[in-house]
């Protein structure tokens, strides 16, 4: 795991912006706290910050170059299959200097241009620059675990792992908000791919690698996409051992480090049964860490202790209570823009405790994504029924439903009256946040202009791409391509390179994600989500977890906006500052804040605003207004 920065001119001519690669190396130094090193060449420069992992020694520092120096890398992350790759290039007579895994990105980027990311698994995003073709390569994992941001300027292209450090590094182009991606931000609590939350400021997609030149455009490709056709036959026995046997592998290949390594461990079926494969093939004991909270009802820790003691771990718990939310600040800054998961102060402290003992940490992330796991999708389910009803009988369907639903649960009725917008159209409704009426509602003029369909449009695309051969497969591609990639993804790089610590997902390793794109629908559901992994887990996972609901990883935002946090709340979304930005119209905020005293509370809502403002305060008011609730740790 590491931090990459670089420039490159427009004009091949001119030496590329040495100082602002070293301005941006040193923005995004908590992510590589082991080595620095810039390189130029010309219009092209490139910086890395190393965190060690595997080959400690300096031969394995970058930026590194191929034997004659015509070709120059950087790159963060890890390649799970190095070792098979090296002894390959090594056959072909390549030379080596280091033991590192990056290092075979630059030989086979010899043998195969920019298709040698085909070649690749696991997760990383690194840029290379060919001195020859005068060509710069950026390349991104297929799943997103590794970041990576470029930024088009006036005089050249430039890039990094974090958002802030491309403010950081040119400070006299000011940034500009870009409010398109503010409204979908509003919708989903993230700022979805490829955009940011400023103009000229772009990600680079999962999955897509580009190609840029002197004076070119951005050049950006697919190199990957899910295998959905062609499902898999066989019992749910023989599907399940060829589960197991893929999950032993992945978790083996995220062993690998010359460094101490461990396991987050929520007390999940996920986290739980790579804590268990961990266990199963390490020999020494596995060190688990583990976050709860101060009120029994809001924590795990009671099934996270089962699995620790079933396998004998060495165990390490933390409580967050509502004081520990003064790091807000450290978390947007790090963010660079606006991000409204509350599991992200969780998650940050899990991987501040987990670096007092190790360097790397396994995970159960993603299982949800690749197995089909989230509840939301036994709701959907029902408009998946209304789709294959004869029209006819759906106008009575969905009025049967709307009246049952009205009362109990009425997030499920209000889903079941869009039923007949489309399935990119009423997701939203069990994803989102701001509804399109709340919108009207919330926006004063300035904001209503930056609406627009595109978080509909973004939806209908990958539904319509997707080659899942059923209607739970295509909603689980979609939240792959957009939940997992911009929320899941994101939150665990800001928060574990927050703190040099790398984290590793399993359950995103290429040969199980292309397994699970092929299974039949009823071996993802049936009853409930991941119905394949559930058997696979049996005999690993303790039978309480293996029954319970499932849970998710966010904070007890009702409890803590109530109480702790209420005065904070007021403060940032009801004062002057906020109401004089002239985005949203105070009166409807006001509301919004007020349900803080009654039962029908808009936590999310408010958090979702509260962590704009915050956001707002921090990179695009004055300094003299910046808010002074936010703490500089």
């Not at 430039?158 to 500009?176: Q, R």
């Not at 596995?286 to 924590?299: A, E, N, R």
């Not at 190790?358 to 994504?369: C, F, I, Q, R, Y």
């Not at 051969?469 to 295509?474: T, Y």
């Amino acid at each position: 795991m590491c931090g990459i920065s670089g420039f490159l001119s427009n004009d091949p001519s001119a030496p590329a912006d040495l100082q602002a690669v070293r301005r941006m190396n040193n923005a995004i130094r908590h992510r590589g706290p082991d080595a620095d090193g810039v390189w130029q060449h010309g219009a092209c420069a490139l910086g890395h910050r190393r965190l060690s992992i595997i080959d400690l020694s300096a031969e394995a520092n970058q930026p590194m170059c191929n034997e004659d120096g015509s070709v120059a890398l950087v790159a963060n992350g890890e390649i799970y299959n190095f070792k098979e790759l090296r002894q390959e290039l090594l056959a072909k007579g390549h030379t080596f200097r280091s033991k590192s895994d990056s290092e075979v990105i630059l030989h086979l980027y010899e043998e195969y241009g920019p298709n040698c990311v085909r070649r690749l698994s696991g997760m990383f995003a690194f840029a290379l620059f060919d001195t020859r073709k005068n060509r710069l390569l950026l390349a991104r994992d297929r799943t997103g675990k590794k970041p990576l941001f470029y930024r088009r300027l006036k005089h050249g292209i430039a890039f990094a792992s974090e958002v802030h450090a491309l403010l950081t590094g040119f400070p006299e182009e000011a940034p500009e908000v870009d409010y398109g991606a503010i409204d979908e931000f509003l919708t989903l609590q993230y700022v979805p791919s490829p955009r940011s939350a400023y103009r000229g400021i772009a990600k680079l997609p999962a999955a897509h690698y580009a190609v840029v030149t002197p004076g070119s455009g951005v050049g950006v490709e697919r190199y990957w996409s899910k295998p959905g056709t062609g499902a898999l036959t066989g019992s749910a026995r023989d599907l399940t051992d060829e589960l197991s046997a893929l999950l032993e592998n992945a978790v083996k290949r995220r062993l690998v480090s010359d460094v101490p390594l461990g396991a987050f461990l929520s007390g999940g079926i996920d986290s739980s049964t790579i804590v268990a494969l961990m266990a199963t093939q390490s020999t020494a004991r596995v060190k688990t860490f583990s976050i709860g909270f101060p009120h029994t009802d809001d924590s795990e820790l009671l099934y996270a202790r089962q699995v620790a003691q079933r396998y004998n771990t060495d165990h390490h718990e933390m409580i967050v209570d509502p004081t520990m939310t003064d790091v807000l600040g450290s978390i947007v800054r790090h963010h660079g823009e606006p991000f409204a998961d509350s599991s992200a102060i969780a998650m940050y402290y899990l991987a501040r405790m987990a670096k007092e003992h190790v360097t790397v940490a396994l995970s159960g992330d993603a299982a949800d994504e690749v197995f089909a796991g989230y509840k939301r999708y036994r709701t959907a389910r029902l408009g998946h029924v209304y789709d294959a009803l004869p029209p006819f009988v759906r106008s009575i369907y969905r009025g049967a439903l709307v009246g049952a639903l009205y009362f109990p649960a009425p997030a499920a009725a209000r889903y079941a009256m869009a039923f007949p917008r489309g399935e990119a159209t009423r997701y939203p409704s069990l994803v989102g946040h701001f509804t399109s009426d709340e919108k009207e509602k919330l926006y004063l003029p300035s904001m209503r202009d930056a609406r627009s369909r595109a978080t509909i449009e973004r939806f209908e695309r990958v539904l319509a791409e997707s080659t899942a051969d059923s209607a739970i497969g295509r909603l689980a591609d979609l939240d792959f391509q957009t939940y997992l990639t911009d929320d899941i993804n994101v939150k665990v790089d800001i928060a574990s390179m927050a703190h040099a610590l790398e984290v590793r997902c399993p359950f995103l390793d290429t040969e199980v994600i292309e397994f699970a794109a092929r299974l039949p629908a009823d071996m993802l559901m049936r009853v409930r989500g991941k119905f394949l992994l559930r058997r696979a887990a049996a005999g690993l996972v303790p039978e309480p977890i293996l029954r319970r609901r499932k849970r998710g990883f966010a904070l007890p935002l009702k409890r803590w906006l109530r109480q702790d946090l209420r005065q904070m709340t007021h403060d940032l979304l009801l004062d002057r500052t906020a109401r004089e930005r002239g985005l949203f119209e105070p009166t409807y905020v006001a509301q919004i804040v007020a349900s803080l005293q009654h039962e029908s509370i808009q936590v999310d809502r408010i958090w979702t605003l509260l962590m704009l403002e915050l956001w707002f305060r921090e990179f695009i008011d004055k300094p003299h207004s910046s808010s002074r609730l936010l703490n500089p740790g």
